[in-house]
């Protein structure tokens, strides 16, 4: 039976990212992005059961309604403070993953490329993920690269590999410049 994994990111007011209670980096991240390091040569299988660990199990009868109170905050705003992104039988954020590796992972919000900011975690955090995801020459070559193999090997089809770079800054550009708090979920159909 086919998925599709969709990840979604957005600009929420501020005050509304502090009420939330998104629980963070769960327990054992640490430990999974260790093993990552350690297993530097490691197999597409390996790596794809390694992501899935991360979450993103069909029903999470704890975080799914929170990501649904999160998604319905995006309705009313603006398409340049929003971005969706799905892939067919895999994880738009997987793909960045692997593109990353598992120190630029850790530099990213949250976990899973799910995370709940409010606008002084925006403010303080975004030149780091600028850091990361706004890599420039050669390594921006060898990222595009391997988010492309994955999207093409794993999911069903390249998709927009810049996307993957350009569209969480984007989100976090406007959280910052409006003064609010911003969100991203992955959910799977």
């Known amino acids: 039976m086919g998925y599709q994994g969709w990840w979604m990111l957005g600009v929420v007011p501020d005050g509304a990212a502090a009420a939330v209670g998104w629980p963070g980096r769960p327990a054992g991240a640490e430990e999974r992005l260790a093993w990552w390091r350690a297993h530097p040569g490691a197999g597409r299988a390996e790596l794809r059961a390694l992501f899935e660990s991360w979450g993103h199990v069909e029903e999470d009868e704890e975080l799914d309604p929170v990501r649904w109170e999160l998604l319905r905050m995006l309705e009313e705003r603006p398409e340049q403070e929003r971005w969706v992104f799905g892939l067919r039988k895999a994880f738009p954020f997987h793909a960045l993953a692997f593109a990353l590796g ?57 998709g927009e590999v810049a996307e993957l770079f350009e569209a969480p800054l984007r989100v976090l550009r406007a959280a910052a410049r409006a003064g609010e708090g911003a969100m991203g979920v992955e959910m799977v159909f």
Not at 113 to 140: H, I, K, M, S, T
């Open 102 to 158: 598992p120190d630029g992972v850790e530099r990213l919000p949250g976990w899973g490329g799910e995370f709940v900011w409010d606008a002084g975690q925006v403010r303080e955090r975004l030149p780091e993920v600028e850091a990361v995801l706004g890599v420039g020459g050669a390594a921006r070559e060898s990222a595009f690269g391997r988010a492309a193999e994955w999207l093409a090997e794993e999911g069903d089809g390249e």
